[in-house]
Nanobody
């Protein structure tokens, strides 16, 4: 499986962005897909996760602001980010878990600044 992330950019505080991650290969073999982020000088952290049955999980700091979803027909997972804050600034990467093996896409930079 190869993953291609896109959708990052510069946005003002309070703004919105939608990240996309397109998976090549057998999308239905993916058990979980997730979005992670890494801010400068910090460790990578899980932002949101979605299972192949559609169940979701979020880190507390993004609950009620971010929404992860998947479109099986397009083999794509999205991260809708609303009410963005400067502390959301990071490189966001998508991840797929297949039978215990992690696959990573390249990151996309999200900068929240006025």
């Amino acid at each position: 499986v190869q993953l291609q992330a896109s959708g990052g950019g510069l946005v003002q505080p309070g703004g919105s962005l939608r990240l996309s991650c397109v998976a090549s290969g057998n999308f239905f073999s993916i058990n979980y897909m997730g979005w992670y982020r890494q801010a400068p000088g910090q460790q990578r952290e899980l932002v949101a996760l979605i299972s192949n049955t559609g169940s979701t999980n979020y880190r507390n700091s993004v609950k009620d602001r971010f929404t992860i979803s998947r479109d099986n027909a397009k083999s794509t997972v999205y991260l809708q980010m609303n009410s963005l804050k400067p502390e959301d600034t990071a490189v966001y990467s998508c991840n797929a878990l297949i039978k215990g093996t992690n696959y990573w896409g390249q990151g996309t930079l999200v900068t929240v600044s006025s």
